[in-house]
């Protein structure tokens, strides 16, 4: 089956420390993956892509996250995080052979604080 | 430019009335998307659109919801004999292609009374 699980439902974390939010997909899914973010009462929003070329990706907020093949990982990282960064993180990959559809994992909610 | 914008934001209903939720994607994306977000679903895929053809309608979750895309443009999604299960936000993402990034509209909450 075609899954993406994304492994902490809730990561807390203080202000300035650094995060992971891991991601993996199933190796039946194709490998365009993307990291969407939604801000409390938001839409969601494009953080990242992985289409092809180099394995490591970044936002322009600082956010950055590895293609793994081996691994079957797209886990996201941020050196230091902000207040601002609190929402809801969704790792995403397109179906294969399914008209682009998205296949999301279960989210996991960043929660900083001071 | 314009985004992709969904109407209404907001929508509350009675059980067993029909509702329609409407999608206008960024001009020049041929690939439309329907997907569901619920506390106990998640983010699930609906229906999508490639030009006014619908090729995968395979995550409707019943006969009673439909949609149409017309002119290359606005889609509606309708819900018939709405179901309080039916409650959640209804969200609406076009791309300029089948794979590519797709770009959300801000969503439809849907409440079923």
């Known amino acids: 089956a075609q899954s993406v699980t994304q492994l902490d439902s809730q990561v807390p974390v203080f202000e300035e420390a650094p995060v992971e939010l891991r991601c993996n997909y199933s190796?039946?899914?194709?490998?365009?993956l993307f990291w969407y973010v939604q801000y409390p009462n938001q839409g969601l929003q494009l953080l990242l892509k992985?289409?092809?070329?180099?394995?490591l990706v970044e936002s322009i907020n600082g956010f950055e996250a590895e293609f793994n093949k081996s691994q079957t990982s797209f886990h996201l990282r941020k050196p230091s995080v902000h207040i601002s960064d609190t929402a809801e993180y969704f790792c995403?990959?397109?179906?294969?052979?399914?008209?682009?559809?998205?296949?999301f994992g279960q989210g996991t909610e960043l929660s900083v604080k001071p | 430019g314009a985004g992709v914008s969904q109407s209404p934001s907001n929508k509350v209903t009675e059980k067993g009335k029909d509702v329609e939720l409407r999608c206008d994607p960024i001009?020049?994306?041929?690939?439309l998307y329907w997907y569901r977000q619920s506390l106990g679903q998640g983010l699930e895929f609906l229906i999508y659109?490639?030009?006014?053809?619908?090729?995968?309608k395979s995550g409707l979750p019943s006969d009673r919801f439909s949609a149409e895309r017309t002119g290359g443009s606005v889609s509606t999604l309708t819900i018939q004999r709405t179901q309080q299960e039916d409650s959640a936000v209804y969200l609406c993402?076009?791309?300029?292609?089948?794979?590519?990034?797709?770009?959300f509209g801000p969503g439809t909450r849907l409440t079923v009374l």
């Open positions: 993402a076009s791309s300029p292609s089948g794979y590519n990034e797709q770009f």
């Open positions: 190796s039946s899914v194709s490998v365009y």
């Open positions: 992985y289409l092809s070329g180099s394995t």
């Open positions: 995403a990959a397109i179906g294969s052979n399914q008209g682009g559809k998205l296949i």
């Open positions: 001009s020049g994306h041929t690939a």
């Open positions: 659109f490639q030009g006014n053809s619908a090729p995968d």
